[in-house]
């Protein structure tokens, strides 16, 4: 599941440099959610059986754990693999913020909001991780 991780955080990179403007004053808090949230990452079940190939099974474990814990219940209907692709990218969009450092400093303690220059400070670490 390494690789749709991974397919997740240049989508995330993308995103960032995309809607980069209009992030600028936003809280940081809510950046997951304009990130993994607003858009979907995969439009159509062709599409997202070919992206999620032989880790069907352990994507869709993965977004029942998730959303049993979180939610308390399961909501996404495991016969749609568009469903299951989109609702693992907004679970890995969660861990890749987490896991910077960037954003993680930055959550409220130092930056309230969102500029220009922090932007481009997880932009920079975020494709770190691409190469890294």
Known sequence: ?????????????????DLETSLIGQYVGDLHHYLF??????IGPYKAKQWLKNDYVSAATTVQDYEQFNFGD???????????????????????LSESK??????????????????????RELRLKING
């Open 1 to 17: 599941m390494q690789n749709l991780k991974n397919d997740s955080l240049i989508y995330a990179i993308d995103q960032l440099e």
């Open 37 to 42: 949230n607003e858009n979907y990452f995969i």
């Open 74 to 96: 399961i909501t996404t209907r495991f016969d749609d693999p568009e469903a299951i692709a989109n609702m693992l990218n907004y679970i890995f969009g969660e861990e890749i």
């Open 102 to 123: 960037i954003y993680n400093c930055l959550g409220g303690r130092l930056y309230e909001k969102l500029s220009s220059f922090t932007l481009d400070l997880i932009i």
